[in-house]
């Protein structure tokens, strides 16, 4: 439905804090890409820091210029 993203992002930022599940770097990566890959601007802004500061991927600063 149209607030899928929204849900997947938050989702995401849960794992990234540890709010309400384990924290898991990695496992926040894969719930923001599924928000960034559908175009959610606030995804795609938060995994392009991911990529810059390498948290739960590894560091690329080319990647994180392309989000």
Known sequence: GRHTRFAQFNLGVCFQQGA????DSAEA?????????????????NLGVSYKKGAGV????AEAMRW
């Open 58 to 61: 590894v560091q690329d600063p």
């Open 29 to 45: 990566v894969r719930w923001i890409r599924l928000a960034a890959d559908q175009g959610f601007a606030g995804a795609q802004h």
């Open 20 to 23: 309400g599940v384990p924290q």
